[in-house]
């Protein structure tokens, strides 16, 4: 028998007990490597059951306004990505929830994808979002990151051609993200009301978890998806807090700010369905 990775241990768990799962995205090396292994810490310890870190790149896939400012924060204070790996490595992993590196295909051919994976993974990351891996690409890479023990999470988007959608959904493993409206990422008041009847289809095509993002921003939200859905990303809403931490004093509210703020998810997504 396989031994599950991470990844699906947390689902597993998480969908015996009844509830969702709670994903926070942060900006890696916004405003620092430093604050970034703060950040992760204090996720942790309010109870997030993974946490998305996104690698800057000068050209992001679908990123709204907030994210690709954290992403110019981050590389005009000159972040490599072995900064990120580096950063990541002095946590211990083991006791937090998976990570998962949100990264461009671009950051993986450049150094090689088998290498960056192997990196990547020895370093404490659990999966990988590659929003602009090319569809002739991802069964090659799904199979180096699943060897590694780590999980390829695939996207999907309302424009998503049903056929289309059930080859990526081949290709997927861990839990496929699901892109709840067209566009991109950043804080919404209103969910689209056809993201159920799509879920709902996917629910019919894949055993894998079912993660929602793009446009998540308030625990009221969670009440639609709990249904229909197995995870919850939110992006925009965390990233907000670290715009401004030029001083310790606004790093410190940055971090209790977000903590309070993944506290209340984790509280609405934790809730009994």
Known sequence: MTQQTRIAATFSTLKADGHLAFMPFITAGDPSIEATQSLIRELGRRGVDLIEVGFPYSDPIAD????????????????????????????????????????????????????????????????FIIPDLPADEAADVGEIVRASGADLVQLIAPTTPNDRAQKILAAASGFVYCISTAGVTGVRDELPPELTEQLRWLRSQTDLPLAVGFGISRPEQVDMLHDVADGIIVGSAIVKHLADTSSPDGLTSALEAVGEFAGSMVAATHSAR
């Open 64 to 127: 709204g306004p907030v994210i690709q400012a954290s992403y110019t924060r981050a590389l005009n204070n000159g972040l490599h990505v072995d900064d990120i790996f580096r950063g990541v490595s002095e946590l211990p992993t083991d006791e937090l929830p998976p990570l998962v590196a949100m990264v461009s295909y671009a950051l993986l051919f450049r150094r090689g994808v088998e290498a960056f994976v192997r990196q990547a993974v020895a370093s404490g990351f659990a999966g």
